[in-house]
């Protein structure tokens, strides 16, 4: 009857490995996968702000897709996915719609915006 208790004594060492390891798996760059698992910094947060009041008119709340436009949440971007090449569609807009936000957003802003897009993603 000893063996059996040696095997229930390590089960509570086990459980603590497999916490760590799985919770040390589910830390993320924020600014490039989203899920249950990731944590968003301060910028995604703000990020998601400003597309609420910006964009998500056109793109959908949480990017979900408009009635004109594409989902953004989860797909690919037709101009690039890079932080850069997002903050310069921001910036600039895209023909056929999509107008240039460098008016009224500083770069700060557009670079929240941008890694909330890549957290979208």
Do not use: N
């Not at 009857?1 to 993320?28: D, E, H, S, T, W």
């Not at 702000?49 to 690919?76: D, N, V």
């Not at 600039?92 to 999509?98: I, L, N, S």
């Amino acid at each position: 009857m000893k063996k059996p208790m040696k095997g229930i004594r390590a089960l509570p060492c086990l459980a603590m490995i497999a916490v760590a390891l799985v919770a040390g798996g589910c830390q993320r760059d924020d600014a490039s996968t989203k899920g249950a698992f990731a944590e968003r910094s301060p910028q995604v947060d703000r990020g998601a702000a400003l597309f609420a009041r910006y964009c998500s008119t056109c793109h959908g709340e949480k990017g979900s897709g408009g009635h004109m436009t594409a989902p953004l949440a989860g797909h690919s971007f037709s101009f690039g996915s890079d932080k850069e090449q997002l903050m310069d569609t921001i910036r600039r807009g895209r023909p056929q719609g999509m107008p240039a936000f460098k008016d009224s957003l500083d770069e700060a802003q557009i670079a929240a915006l941008a890694s909330y897009l890549r957290w979208l993603q």
